[in-house]
């Protein structure tokens, strides 16, 4: 697949004349944390006129990640915890578990949650479920592939997250006025566009489900320029993503998982925006094998990662960033993931 | 690291039974699971993410858009 | 530094080690400069490095080869000619002495390839689960000619970048292996000897510094070379030599081959670059990739990066690398 095409600049000088005849004063928001750093990556801001102003959304699954979850692996003796390598410097109330680690916390780095599992055949190992719909249906085979293998050594920490209820909760708060949402690629691969109807629909606001590439976004920007006064959500990715996404993996997913309220690190509790392990597969659940909570623990109040995950304000407005937090010494979890706002700000845009 | 929504394309080299399947990256091989695609056959275009094939790409559907622009912009 | 404990991330070559060396060592020893080589005078030039890799045996190389060559090129980059080196053991419990036979032919052949000996070294044991299999620290020493000087400071605006082929090679090749990614054929390690590139670019009289891009990758050096003369650089995306799969590997895993460790890889910056060096390095088994990747400018303050869609953007310099222990 040659994604080249995708990056031919004379191209995308074309779609960025066509942005640049629009007028209007407009805020778009890249909900996906991968969105985030490809804009970055690609120097896009840059290209774009002033009067288009690009702001991040909740969508880095690691950054949501509330501190109670680390607190509680922190506390694990005898057990491996298995976990995407963006979590280790995530902090906790009191450390990361790179910290914890460095003192004796056994933690091993995986790709994969299958390979969390064939870490379980040796010895005990928990893998951190943390991610969107992209990841979840994965984590869902693992358990399942771990009930029909019967690797009692293995479980999951739930802590997935649901993409639509969560920008619900965001436009509902009505906290920032958006003119528009990039909506995650890959998350529409197993959700399929018309999951986000209810926007245009419920709020009058559009969006465009758009890929990776730099033409990708551009081009998802021109969309929803067009499209201001008639909002709809646009398949601009349609190389991937259908209009119900991926019933296969839906199943996986709905058959391991139920759909239960969920605790988003700087947005608080929203309603049916995570997952709970059903009880046919309890045996894998971490929360009840090890007697874990995770509850709402007051963050730093200088950090205002909070109101970056909403889009309230860009990662420079908050007197840490750049002067206290930074990626060598995070202090909230924007900055850590790499996939962060903070992060990004820090690493493209300063 | 891990990024949690990157997905990249790989070609289908082989379907193994409807349920693992041979991958071709830029000239090696990794085995991934065909879980939520089983009916992928060989040559077609997925993406892949932490392991797992998530959906088949349609050729046709990423160069249209990219012809349908050269088109525009002629 | 306000971290009380040792983290991985002070092992990975990046900020993060850089704070250590200038927090912990550097305030007590005063080193006298902080290259991979040091000059003991104008003659002589000495150097130590240690090696925890796992696994220790990967495709390309094992931690014996790897012990052998990161040395020799700490020595070639200052552009001398390595001639001596001495070897220390720290062995576990319950290691296979025919694995230490294994490891300790590959160092001796990867010696006597590059002409140098083995002349003297030490053995210690300690139990079971206190260190990881075997960790090899070899120190080195070379000769040099007195009118040699590769120095960052000989680094001028207008100077040209260039690498010698495929970054991120190595890296890749450890982490199939050690996390068991199942990557056919599996990639190998670019491990390798790279004295004769350096003499090669010596020879040409365009040289005025080379650095090996070990931990930390391509990026990293390049913001400790602009801390250190306050010279922009830019790098052209599309000019940076990557495999195929490398590239591919990098997307599924999300990592950036700039940031990567090589083992066989160096940066070299050079006055003036033309088709007959260039030509010279790619008939060269090490060097077939060969390419100017970018080059020293007033029009930046910093490292930056132009895009393959033209952007230019900051690279930074990696803070903690989340993988550890790949040399």
């Known amino acids: 697949m040659d994604l080249q095409k995708y990056r031919q600049p004379d191209l995308i000088n074309h779609v960025i004349d066509d942005i640049k005849k629009h007028t209007a004063s407009v805020k778009f928001m890249e909900v996906c944390g991968t969105h985030t750093m490809a804009i970055g990556k690609w120097g896009i801001r840059k290209l774009l006129p002033k009067k288009i102003k690009l702001i991040s959304g909740p969508g880095c699954p690691v950054c949501v990640t509330p501190s109670s979850v680390i607190d509680e692996l922190s506390k694990l003796k005898k057990v491996t915890i298995a976990t995407f390598g963006d979590l280790l410097r995530v902090p906790g109330s009191s450390g990361t578990l790179e910290k914890a680690r460095a003192l004796g916390l056994r933690v091993e780095v995986v790709y994969s949650p299958m390979e969390a599992l064939e870490l379980a055949k040796q010895v005990e190992t928990i893998f951190v479920g943390i991610g969107f719909e992209t990841t979840i249906p994965g984590i869902a085979h693992t358990i399942k592939i771990a009930k029909q293998q019967n690797v009692s050594n293995f479980s999951v920490l739930p802590a997935c997250k649901l993409v639509p209820p969560a920008l619900e909760a965001l436009i509902a708060g009505e906290e920032t006025k958006i003119d528009g949402f990039l909506l995650p690629g890959h998350v529409s691969v197993i959700i399929g566009s018309a999951a986000y109807n209810f926007i245009p629909q419920k709020y009058g606001i559009g969006g465009v489900v758009t890929g990776f590439e730099p033409l990708d976004i551009i081009v998802g920007i021109k969309k929803l320029l067009e499209n201001l006064d008639q909002p709809q959500i646009i398949n601009e990715y349609e190389r991937v993503v259908t209009k119900d996404g991926n019933k296969n993996a839906q199943a996986v997913m709905f058959e391991v998982f139920a759909v239960q309220d969920a605790l988003w690190r700087g947005l608080g509790w929203i309603p049916n925006s995570g997952l709970s392990i059903r009880e046919e597969y309890a045996q894998f659940d971490a929360l009840k094998k090890y007697g874990l909570r995770i509850t709402d623990i007051p963050e730093n109040p200088q950090c205002r990662c909070g109101d970056v995950l909403q889009g309230k304000i860009i990662p420079p407005s908050c007197t840490l960033f750049d002067k206290v937090c930074n990626p060598q010494n995070p202090v909230g979890p924007c900055m850590v993931s790499s996939e962060g706002s903070c992060a990004a700000y820090y690493k493209y845009e300063r | ?74 | ?327």
């Open chain 3, 1 to 327: 530094m306000k971290d009380k404990v040792i983290t991985l991330g002070h092992g990975s070559g990046a900020g993060l080690t850089r704070q250590l060396i200038h927090d912990v060592f550097d305030s007590q020893f005063h080193l006298p400069a902080l290259d991979d080589a040091v000059h003991i005078n104008d003659r002589i030039v000495t150097t130590t490095d240690a090696y925890v890799v796992q696994p220790l045996f990967f495709p390309g190389g094992d931690i014996g080869k790897l012990s052998v060559t990161g040395t020799l090129n700490d020595l070639s980059m200052s552009g001398s000619k390595p001639a001596f080196l001495l070897a220390s053991f720290i062995i576990e419990e319950g290691f296979l002495i025919e694995d230490l036979r294994k490891i300790v032919a590959s160092m001796q052949k990867a010696a006597a390839e590059a002409g140098v000996k083995i002349i003297g070294g030490d053995t210690k044991v300690v139990e079971k689960n206190k260190c990881d299999g075997i960790f090899i620290t070899t120190s080195g020493v070379g000769f040099i000619e007195p009118e040699i000087d590769l120095s960052a400071k000989n680094i001028r605006e207008g100077d040209k970048i260039l690498v010698n082929g495929t970054l991120g090679d190595h890296t890749i090749a450890i982490i199939n292996a050690r996390q068991k990614l199942g990557l056919e054929p599996p990639p190998k390690s670019d491990c390798a000897d790279l004295y004769e590139i350096v003499q090669i670019l010596l020879r040409s009289g365009k040289l005025r510094f080379t650095r090996d891009a070990t931990r930390g990758g391509v990026a990293t050096i390049l913001n400790e070379i602009y801390e250190e003369t306050g010279l922009g650089i830019i790098i052209e995306e599309s000019k940076v030599p990557v495999k195929d799969s490398t590239s591919a590997v990098c997307g599924l895993l999300g990592l950036d081959p700039l940031y990567m460790a090589n083992e066989g890889k160096l940066l070299a910056f050079i006055n003036d670059a033309d088709d007959k060096l260039i030509h010279q390095l790619q008939e060269h088994h090490l060097g077939e990739e060969a390419s100017i990747i970018g080059e020293v400018t007033l029009a930046v303050k910093g490292v930056y990066l132009r895009t393959a869609i033209g952007s230019l953007r900051p690279l930074l310099m990696l803070t903690s690398d989340p993988l550890p222990r790949i040399c």
């Open chain 2, 1 to 74: 690291m891990s990024k949690m929504c990157l997905a990249i394309p790989g070609r289908l080299i082989k379907n193994l039974d409807g349920n693992k399947g041979i991958v071709d990256l830029g000239g090696v091989s990794k085995e991934i699971s065909l879980a939520f695609i089983p009916n992928a056959i060989e040559g077609d275009w997925i993406i892949i993410h932490t392991g797992f094939g998530l959906e088949i790409m349609s050729e046709k559907d990423a160069f249209e858009m990219i012809n349908i622009l050269q088109e525009a912009y002629k």
